[in-house]
């Protein structure tokens, strides 16, 4: 084929090991914006032929140095359709604009992919391809969905750096390093369904202007949210996590749904607003588990989660029911420090520590009947209370009551505490109810 003059100095900066930085071809000092193609002269116009010529044929890419393939600032005016194909080498577009559709589409690439700082118009499809390297979109535009489906990229993927994107999808695919979405916006959903990530994911610093969906998923190290605004749900549901779950630092969602999901580690829940309530229920978290730090949302289900160190609520505004009926906790169960609660049931729970009640509010009913404590069960000063149920309560240590506050019923009907009852000074009850049977 017959190559324009930039394609043959792009040609000859490749195969001296150099980036091939049409920027510098025009002589310029600044990069031009790929995001405003409108001022960009004819002489960044490269051909998606030439591309396809100097990565397929052997003629050309024989003589490809390890550096590989490095272009900076072309203009890509038609579509380039590299799918099924094996790249060789290292592949770097970098601030390019793509006026049409680019395909990789079970593509091979031995080596790193980056497309950073890259505007795309139409659709990038990189569904059921095989990364060796690192996949880059740091400061990238895409308009269009970017589909990434049942792809496999053996480094890590990385997007960032105040990048936008229609939607992601990396439904079924495998990430071998890992996964990091930082500085970004999201007009449409995130969605990571099923996907095998053999390293940490973080999200941080982000706007999801959909959903994020990790459900089914498996992640052999942590996943972190972290300052992340996700304007629908967070799906969890039946997620692998090995490692730690740490959702915190001013997350912000409509739903978060941990249904069902498996934690290997320890799972803290720092939000500043989850407006629609927290779905905890049968998860199974091997650690602790911490939901606070100035907390609000609408309610927490908890029923028949299974937690294998402490369970802690602390500082937990507004929210009008905590769920944890058959709950079980091998260590202990704290509320306290500024929690505000409409109602708490903990029917059939297992706590295997000691349970405490510390600078507590609930306004409703504690249902805590035929609780089962391991050690001693402890309410407070400054805990208010409107009713509190502890019929057929099992209390292996010491049930104390010392200041706390009762507005209506304290039912102890059946209560067994083999350490003995212990009601303090400045307790104040509104009625007492202690039947044995």
Known sequence: MSWTAQERWVWERICQGHIADLNEYDGLTHVLDPTQPACWPQSRILRASFLCCILLDKHYSCAIPRQGVRIKGAWWQDEINGAHCLIAHELWLHACYFEQPVHFEYVKIKGTLSFEGSSFVEKLSLGNGT????????????SMPLDMMHLHVRGLLW??????FASISLR??????????SGIT????????????????FVEQSEVLSSLSLSRATIHGNLSLKKTVIVHAVHLHSLEVQGGLFLRSGLRCEL???????????VTIQGERIAGGINLAGAEIDGSLFIGGGLSCHSMNLSGATVGQSLTLVDVQGTEKVTMTAVQVVGSLILGAHVRLGAVDLVDAHVGGPVLFIDVE?????????????????????DRFGSVNLDQAQVQGRLAIVGATFSQTLSMDGIQANGGVFIGEG???NQVSLFQH
Do not use: P, W
Not at 189 to 196: K, R, S
Not at 256 to 266: F, P, Q, V, Y
């Open 131 to 142: 990364i060796d390297g690192d996949l880059v979109f740091d400061r990238c535009t895409m």
């Open 159 to 164: 997007a960032g750096s105040a990048g936008c």
């Open 172 to 181: 079924g695919s495998r990430l071998d390093r890992g996964l990091t979405l």
């Open 186 to 201: 999201i007009y449409g959903m995130v969605d990571l369904e099923q996907a095998q990530i053999g390293g940490n994911v």
């Open 256 to 266: 978060l749904d941990l249904r069902n999901a498996h934690c290997g580690g320890s």
């Open 362 to 382: 609930i306004c409703g009913t504690v249902n805590m009947k035929a609780i089962h404590v391991g050690g001693s069960l402890n309410l407070y000063e400054n």
């Open 427 to 429: 307790t104040q009850f």
